[in-house]
């Protein structure tokens, strides 16, 4: 038989979870539920098609190539809660179940947004992916070169774009004349991400899941004199022109004031010389500016279980119990259909 304070969080839980509004929600195509872990669903893509000037002239047929994105929902984050027996029975009678759902269903939807808008990053990492890669105070060039690098691609037009910013993003849309603020009450709590506005008709949302001054770990530099080369692991998504700082061990060529990539590899970033020196050790790289993003829903594609998974677990060393919820998901997405739009990191 179900726990009780197991039904009690399901009974919220499950409505709130369905009717969620977060970014894997708002800026992807939604496929079919997930059968179990890892099920793989492919989407078709199909080469771009000819169109010859006249019904009248003679053509040869053109083979229609057809590849597959693979979408492989083999993601689950969960949650672990620790339930004290006698705390979690007495607060069956207040408002323990809704809170926890409530609470459960933002934590789970923001570390999926977290990852959705990470992979997007990684999947466009080439300097043409990004506009304003230094990070300067937007513009309205800034805003519409992302939009019209998106709507160059055929079959985009601006109804399949949404924007993702980071708070510090969206302040700095203060600065665009194109921005049209939401003024509307919401009327309550909105269970997801609200439209904060509009950017030259494209509907905006502000998440704390969009990276703000965004760290990655490194394991060695090496400075020449003239460049430093830090070794970061495959999947950085940093191009050349974004500025970061940089935190070693030794504090030996530790970078205070933000210096630009000059060079990108798969597994590194190149930076002006600090001093002559090399070390294999631990390090902090910090990257200077947000991340914000433009997003085709019809090239980018998610899957995701509807309802979470609940349950009760008794521990085995007290006579408490641990909540655990679960959401198995996958994303995959067209190279070239998203853009990075760089703004300051705490300024506007």
């Not at 408002?95 to 609470?103: C, P, V």
């Not at 993003?169 to 921005?179: D, I, T």
């Not at 460049?227 to 070693?248: P, R």
Request: aromatic letters at 4%.
């Amino acid at each position: 038989m179900a726990d009780a304070r197991s039904k009690k969080v399901f009974s919220v839980l499950a409505p709130l979870y369905e009717e969620a509004n977060y970014a894997i929600d708002i800026a992807a195509t939604s496929m079919r539920e997930p059968l179990g872990m890892s099920d793989q669903i492919d989407i078709p893509d199909i080469s771009e098609l000819t169109v010859t000037a006249s019904g009248a002239s003679t053509t040869s047929p053109q083979a229609v190539t057809t590849n597959a994105l693979a979408l492989n929902a083999n993601l689950e984050p969960f949650i672990n809660a620790k339930l004290p027996q006698l705390a979690s029975m007495q607060l069956l009678d207040g408002k323990w179940a809704d809170q926890t759902a409530a609470q459960a269903v933002s934590m789970l939807k923001n570390s999926m947004d977290s990852d959705f808008c990470k992979y997007l990053i990684e999947r466009n990492n080439t300097a043409a992916d990004h506009v304003n890669a230094a990070g300067a105070s937007l513009t309205a060039d800034h805003v519409l070169g992302a939009a019209a690098t998106l709507m160059d691609n055929k079959g985009i037009d601006e109804s399949d774009l949404v924007w993702m910013m980071s708070s510090w993003g969206r302040a700095s849309l203060s600065n665009v004349a194109g921005f049209v603020p939401n003024m509307t009450d919401a009327g309550g709590k909105v269970n997801g991400l609200p439209v904060v506005g509009t950017l030259y008709g494209i509907p905006v949302y502000s998440t704390s899941a969009v990276p703000n001054g965004r760290t990655l770990a490194s394991s060695a530099f090496a400075d020449d004199g003239t460049d430093m080369v830090i070794t970061v692991a495959s999947g950085h998504g940093l191009v050349v022109n974004q500025k970061i700082t940089f935190a070693t061990a030794t504090s030996a060529n530790d970078i205070a004031t933000a210096s630009s990539i000059t060079a990108s590899t798969a597994t590194s970033i190149t930076v002006a010389s600090v001093t002559t020196a090399s070390a294999t050790e631990a390090g902090v790289v910090t990257l200077s500016s947000s991340e914000n993003l433009l997003i085709s829903k019809s090239s980018t594609f998610v899957a995701q279980q509807m309802i979470p998974s609940s349950r009760i677990v008794p521990l085995s060393d007290s006579t408490g119990s641990a909540l655990q919820i679960s959401a198995i998901w996958g994303r995959v997405a067209r190279a070239g259909r998203a853009v990075v739009l760089g703004s300051p990191k705490s300024a506007i």
